[in-house]
């Protein structure tokens, strides 16, 4: 589904590579976990991944089609094929669960639209079925402000999934959260791997919950692929 070859970026005032010459092949089925230390290289990987991030080297080819000479237009179609998620949850606070789902469906550009409430009943049933997916339906018209950080990665989780993409992405979507927390959520996000079929790429820094959730780990060390296999083969001096 998405080919990596010879992957390189090296950002403007860098010496060293961030990505160095990384090749790889992600299909359907994989629940892929990047670890790395901080600086390995794995929130560029994910950012090159649906285009925010242009590389300076190599090739990605989502579907078969490559993106590395994609223009904006065409980068916006693969954004809206990759369901995303981050650290700091990137919601709206004062808006609803349900209004923080609904700019996912249709952008930040048509956020007045969001504010209005001009939807069709469609739009709003996918929106409640993507909340009650995550386990929030009774919180569907509470502030996102007044949520716990778990809930609020629910949240963000709902917003990803309401765009229908073929592919989650996560940027260290569970470092601001406690284990237990963080268990919840890589729970979810394999159920929602399954359930959908969606390829999911999520960069971790915890070892233990990448071994634990993950089918195929992905590690990095200064910008290089230095593992790419099944959890039990990984080990933790790599
Ligand atoms: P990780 O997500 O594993 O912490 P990053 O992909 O954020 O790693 O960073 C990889 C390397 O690229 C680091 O050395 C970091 O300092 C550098 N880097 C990341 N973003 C930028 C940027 N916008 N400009 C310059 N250097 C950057
Ligand atoms: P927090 O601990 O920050 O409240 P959690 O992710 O643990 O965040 O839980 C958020 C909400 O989802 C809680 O109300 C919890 O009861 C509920 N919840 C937890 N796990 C599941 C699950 N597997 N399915 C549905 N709801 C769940």
């Known amino acids: 589904m998405i080919q990596v070859?010879?992957?390189?970026?090296?950002?403007?005032d860098m010496k060293t590579e961030a990505l160095a010459d990384v090749s790889l092949s992600l299909e359907k089925g994989d629940f892929v976990c990047v670890l790395g230390k901080s600086g390995a290289g794995k929130s560029t990987f994910i950012r090159c991944l649906n285009g925010l991030q242009?590389?300076?080297?190599?090739?990605?080819?989502?579907d078969g089609q490559d993106i590395s000479f994609h223009n904006e237009e065409q980068l916006?179609?693969?954004?809206?094929?990759?369901?995303?998620?981050?650290?700091?949850?990137?919601?709206?606070?004062?808006?609803?669960?349900?209004?923080?789902?609904?700019?996912?469906?249709?952008?930040?550009?048509?956020?007045?639209?969001?504010l209005i409430g001009?939807?069709?009943?469609?739009?709003?049933?996918?929106?409640?079925?993507?909340?009650?997916?995550?386990?929030l339906s009774e919180m569907a018209y509470r502030k996102v402000e007044q949520l716990s950080g778990g809930q609020k990665q629910r949240v963000g989780?709902?917003?990803?999934?309401?765009?229908?993409?073929?592919?989650l992405l996560g940027d260290e979507p569970v470092a601001s959260l406690d284990p237990g927390t963080s268990n919840h959520i890589f729970t979810l996000l394999t159920e929602m791997h399954e359930r959908l079929n969606l390829l999911t790429i999520i960069n971790?820094?915890?070892?233990?919950?990448?071994?634990?959730?993950?089918?195929?780990?992905?590690a990095l060390k200064d910008g290089k692929l230095i593992f790419d296999g099944p959890p039990e083969k990984f080990s933790d001096s790599q």
């Open 157 to 167: 989780i709902a917003r990803a999934l309401a765009q229908q993409p073929k592919v």
């Open 54 to 62: 242009k590389p300076t080297g190599g090739e990605i080819h989502f």
């Open 76 to 114: 916006r179609k693969v954004r809206r094929q990759t369901g995303m998620i981050f650290q700091h949850f990137s919601l709206i606070p004062r808006l609803s669960v349900m209004q923080n789902v609904l700019t996912g469906m249709f952008g930040y550009r048509s956020s007045f639209k969001n």
């Open 204 to 218: 971790v820094h915890d070892i233990e919950l990448a071994k634990r959730y993950a089918t195929r780990i992905l």
């Open 118 to 135: 001009w939807f069709t009943a469609e739009e709003l049933a996918l929106a409640k079925k993507v909340i009650e997916d995550v386990g």
């Open 5 to 12: 070859k010879n992957l390189t970026v090296r950002y403007p």
